[in-house]
């Protein structure tokens, strides 16, 4: 099994900044991809930015340039650095593992909320 643990969340004005942080421990798996996903209330979960292990990342148009993520591989843990916040940027943040096995995980979800 794989137990992500996530940190960060909370209350911020518009232009502020957040960085959650997600700690993955597994028992018989490798960790491949490791990122964050993110679903606002009535609307589907949509990827954020993942990062492999070899350190390909990936992100949404949409955070592209204004959040960053980071990974160590040696402590399997995984951050998302967010910079200039938009109201829009309100959801429930996700840590996501994908393992060598083809299996997902997912953490249990941090609320981020960007309002004045």
């Known amino acids: 099994q794989v137990q992500l643990v996530e940190s960060g969340g909370g209350l911020v004005q518009p232009g502020g900044s957040l960085r959650l942080s997600c700690a993955a421990s597994a028992s018989f798996f490798s960790i491949n991809t490791m990122g964050w996903y993110r679903q606002a209330p009535g609307k589907q979960r949509d990827l954020v930015a993942t990062?492999?292990?070899?350190?390909?990342?990936k992100y949404a148009d949409s955070v592209k340039g204004r959040f960053t993520i980071s990974r160590d591989n040696a402590k399997n843990t995984v951050h998302l650095q967010m910079n200039s916040l938009k109201p829009e940027d309100t959801a429930v943040y996700y840590c996501?593992?994908?393992?060598?096995?083809?299996?997902?995980?997912w953490g249990p979800g941090t609320q981020v909320t960007v309002s004045s």
């Open positions: 996501y593992v994908l393992v060598d096995a083809g299996r997902n995980f």
């Open positions: 990062v492999t292990r070899g350190g390909t990342i």
